[in-house]
């Protein structure tokens, strides 16, 4: 072993894990992990639901079903929104 590899493995000590080479996707191939990711992220885990009266909202709305915007968008309070894990003032 080099003196080079030899002190960056004992860098990696440090961590609780690591991996060394190729990880191991546990026997599932390329095309089911593409296929899972699919069904997952192709609309919002959160559908938005405008609030009636709400100019913002709509316009948000259809923001979110022209573009197909698939993280969640959740008002929370006066003109705050949660867009994805952001809080946005509006």
Not at 4 to 10: M, Y
Not at 38 to 55: C, H, N, Q, V, W
Request: proline share 6%; charged share 30%.
């Amino acid at each position: 072993m080099t003196i080079v590899k030899e002190k960056f493995l004992g860098e990696l000590q440090d961590f609780e894990h690591f991996v060394e080479g190729d990880m191991d996707p546990a026997g599932i191939s390329e095309a089911e992990i593409l296929k899972h990711c699919e069904e997952l992220f192709t609309k919002a885990p959160i559908p938005f639901i405008p609030r009636k009266g709400e100019a913002a909202d709509k316009a948000i709305k259809k923001l979110i079903d022209e573009v197909d915007v698939t993280i969640p968008i959740v008002w929370v309070k006066d003109s705050l929104y949660l867009v994805g894990i952001n809080k946005i003032h509006l």
